[in-house]
């Protein structure tokens, strides 16, 4: 059943800029209370104020904690903790921090490679990972992840930002198996070129076949995109592909129940006992 938004807690990691500013607009404009998860503290307070003017009764909260995700697994840790003591548990994760770097494969550093790896995945893993106990416990939850379609198609100078963005399916569906007897669930979006701060960053070292691959399809506008992220995230659908794995995913759902029932029996027996 969709998630009500309404005095939901939503928390948006890169949520100061691009298309994380314009998801957080979008929830609060359906009345969630937001937490906005990025570096820079400047960037921060501004879109808070650009945020606030939405809002659609005097209740709405936002509040602005200045972390690394892709850092220190404590400190994002510590981050949700105080986002959990100010607005309650987040009902809803949005994880949208990431960047893109292009360039030919024997041209990109490798610390770009161990870069795009640390922000793009270990920074959806971490803040992930600091959500989804209280999540499971209460039976609630949504996380959603940011690929890109250099997510689902490993693009010309996308060698390290395409792979990034490829683990970031791996995890989103493992763990979408693991938690979907617990009614919490797992989106991943791969939203095409938009026009964003990060975009025009990006396009000022793009190699010259990645901008004409990338010229084919137009340029979205990160109001529309935000806009389909949430749609998706709260009333979850299935696309394609997953259709087809269907009587695949299926059997192994059930596997999954039939541990977690047979496994809650037992604690009860042993509390009991
Ligand atoms: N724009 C596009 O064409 C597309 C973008 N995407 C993906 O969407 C997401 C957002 O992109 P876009 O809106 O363009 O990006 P922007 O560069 O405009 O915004 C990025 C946001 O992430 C934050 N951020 C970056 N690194 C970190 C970090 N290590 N820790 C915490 N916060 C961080 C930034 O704040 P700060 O720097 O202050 O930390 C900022 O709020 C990215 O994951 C991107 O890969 C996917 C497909 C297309
Ligand atoms: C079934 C899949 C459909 C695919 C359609 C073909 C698309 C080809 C052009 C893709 C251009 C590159 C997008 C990367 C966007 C991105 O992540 C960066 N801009 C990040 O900032």
Same mark, same amino acid.
């Given at each position: 059943?969709?998630?009500a938004?309404?005095?939901?807690h939503?928390?948006?990691? @890169?949520?100061s ?9 979008e ?20 879109a ?10 005097d ?21 949700i ?6 607005l ?6 949005v ?10 494969f ?6 770009t ?7 793009? /995945? ?7 990972r ?22 689902q ?23 979408? %198996?693991?938690?979907?007897? /617990? ?8 939203p ?5 701060? @990060?975009?025009?960053e ?5 190699p ?6 990338s ?18 995230a ?7 592909f ?12 059930s596997?999954?129940?039939?541990? %977690?029932?047979?496994?809650?029996k037992?604690e ?6």
């Amino acid at each position: 059943k969709p998630l009500a938004l309404p005095g939901a807690h939503v928390v948006v990691t @890169g949520g100061s800029s691009g298309i994380g500013k314009c998801i957080a607009i979008e929830c609060y404009k359906q009345g969630a209370f937001i937490t906005l998860v990025a570096r820079n503290e400047d960037k921060l307070l501004q879109a808070k104020k650009e945020i606030e003017m939405h809002s659609i009764n005097d209740k709405q909260v936002v509040l602005c904690i200045s972390v690394d995700v892709s850092q220190d697994y404590n400190q994002v840790e510590n981050v949700i903790k105080q986002a959990q003591e100010k607005l309650g548990p987040v009902d809803m994760l949005v994880n949208c921090a990431g960047m893109a770097m292009s360039g030919k494969f024997e041209d990109l550093e490798v610390s770009t490679f161990e870069r795009l790896m640390s922000i793009n /995945y270990l920074g959806s893993v971490y803040p992930s990972r600091a959500v989804i106990t209280t999540m499971k416990e209460r039976r609630v939850g949504r996380i959603v992840f940011v690929s890109s379609q250099a997510g689902q198609l490993g693009l010309f100078g996308f060698t390290a930002y395409s792979a990034s963005k490829f683990a970031i399916r791996g995890l989103a569906e493992a763990l979408q %198996m693991e938690v979907k007897p /617990y009614n919490v669930y797992i989106t991943v979006a791969y939203p095409p070129d938009t026009d964003t701060p @990060g975009f025009a960053e990006e396009n000022r070292t793009k190699p010259l076949e990645t901008r004409l691959i990338s010229e084919t399809t137009s340029v979205c506008k990160p109001e529309q995109v935000a806009k389909q992220i949430v749609k998706d995230a709260i009333v979850v659908t299935m696309g394609l592909f997953r259709t087809i794995a269907l009587f695949y995913l299926g059997s192994f759902d059930s596997i999954v129940r039939r541990c %977690m029932m047979q496994r809650e029996k037992s604690e009860i027996a042993d509390k009991t006992a």
